[in-house]
């Protein structure tokens, strides 16, 4: 695990928000001009997030399908671009940037897929997949290729003498890695895993989770994990953030999150997660399905589904409350422990 990490975060979001809209189309503008109540759809994938991730940190992100991981993940490594909000490199607004700046900066923010069939080009031969960017931003000449290919395609594990083939002629845990060998060509600082071993066998997450380890140590590589597998952020991450309805509803160091949950969500999403214990246990699923993003609750999203709802809970959002060292919870209940921190 990390050690206590620098001031300066590696990367940060501030006030990050996302939506996406559906504009009427002619029939629906028509439908509107006869007296029809057709509305544009907008879905709110990220709503005000802040969040910042450390050099050499591995930040865990969770949460259920749909709560915005995936958005957050891509507006992270500059694949969306923001509706509101400022991102952050070093320190440095990254929408402020000149150009030819912007363009390598942007080479130590990779991102690395979750579907190993559908994120390579199966028309391109490996030797391109992984080559192409870095002989098209000049980081190796044409001739430097083969050599170049075939370096990061030991790093990963692979046989170099496999790099004229197509991504079919593999498995699922090669593809995997040929798609980790791609974003290792441009040498990045930070890498954003979306779901990155969730199609994998379990025997091959393992190999491949193990890899990420080893190239994290060897690289001095920085990531932003994003799983719905609670157990491989519990083994991969030094600190965990938890996502609900595109807002962070806590975040807390990896081993105080499991051992004590703060948020009711937390607890409720950690209570699911299977255990070999002696005594017989009994499971309640969270209540309820989660809201849709084009129509979110009002004041907390969980309050719909929340044992302990309030309120207030209906009626205004809670900030991320201080309840510990390095922890931080969005919660009404969380407000006195945090009151009690500053005394």
């Known amino acids: 695990m990390s050690s206590a990490p620098p001031s300066v975060p590696l990367i940060e979001l501030r006030r990050a928000s996302k939506r996406f809209v559906k504009s009427l189309d002619l029939a629906a503008k028509i439908g509107n001009r006869l007296g029809a109540d057709v509305r544009e759809e907008v879905v709110h994938a990220v709503d005000h997030v802040n969040i910042v991730v450390f050099p050499g940190e591995v930040v865990g992100l969770v949460g259920?399908?749909?709560?915005?991981?995936?958005?957050?993940g891509r507006l992270a490594a500059g694949l969306l671009t923001l509706?509101?909000?400022?991102?952050?490199?070093?320190?440095?607004?990254?929408g402020k940037l000149a150009s030819a700046q912007a363009r390598k900066q942007q080479l130590k923010l990779q991102m690395i897929f979750q579907d190993p069939y559908a994120s390579l080009n199966p028309r391109m031969r490996v030797i391109d997949i992984v080559g192409e960017a870095p002989v098209a931003h000049r980081l190796i000449s044409p001739r430097q290729l083969r050599e170049y290919v075939g370096v990061m395609l030991n790093r990963?594990?692979?046989d170099p003498t496999l790099m004229r083939r197509y991504p079919h002629q593999f498995s699922g845990g090669q593809r995997a890695r040929i798609g980790i060998a791609r974003a290792l060509a441009v040498k990045p600082e930070f890498l954003v895993c979306d779901e990155s071993v969730a199609a994998l066998d379990v025997s091959i997450q393992a190999q491949v989770l193990n890899l990420f380890m080893d190239l994290k140590g060897a690289?001095?590589?920085?990531?932003?994990f994003i799983s719905h597998d609670l157990g491989v952020v519990r083994f991969l991450s030094d600190r965990v953030v938890v996502m609900y309805l595109g807002r962070i509803v806590e975040t807390a160091p990896t081993s105080a999150l499991f051992d004590a949950p703060s948020?009711?969500?937390?607890?409720?999403?950690?209570?699911?997660?299977?255990?070999v214990?002696?005594?017989?246990?009994?499971y309640v699923p969270i209540k309820g399905e989660i809201p849709s993003p084009l129509d979110p609750p009002?004041?907390?999203?969980?309050?719909?589904?929340?044992?302990?709802?309030?309120?207030?809970c209906r009626e205004r959002a809670p900030p991320l409350f201080d309840v510990g060292p390095g922890r931080a919870s969005a919660c009404w209940l969380s407000e006195s422990a945090a009151d009690a921190g500053r005394l």
Do not use: D, I
């Open 64 to 72: 259920e399908s749909g709560c915005g991981k995936s958005t957050l």
């Open 83 to 94: 509706t509101e909000g400022e991102r952050y490199w070093r320190g440095t607004l990254l």
């Open 156 to 158: 990963v594990g692979l």
């Open 219 to 224: 690289l001095n590589l920085t990531y932003l």
């Open 263 to 275: 948020h009711p969500y937390t607890q409720a999403l950690l209570a699911e997660v299977g255990r």
């Open 277 to 282: 214990e002696p005594k017989k246990r009994t």
């Open 298 to 312: 009002s004041g907390c999203h969980f309050h719909p589904r929340c044992p302990h709802v309030m309120p207030r």
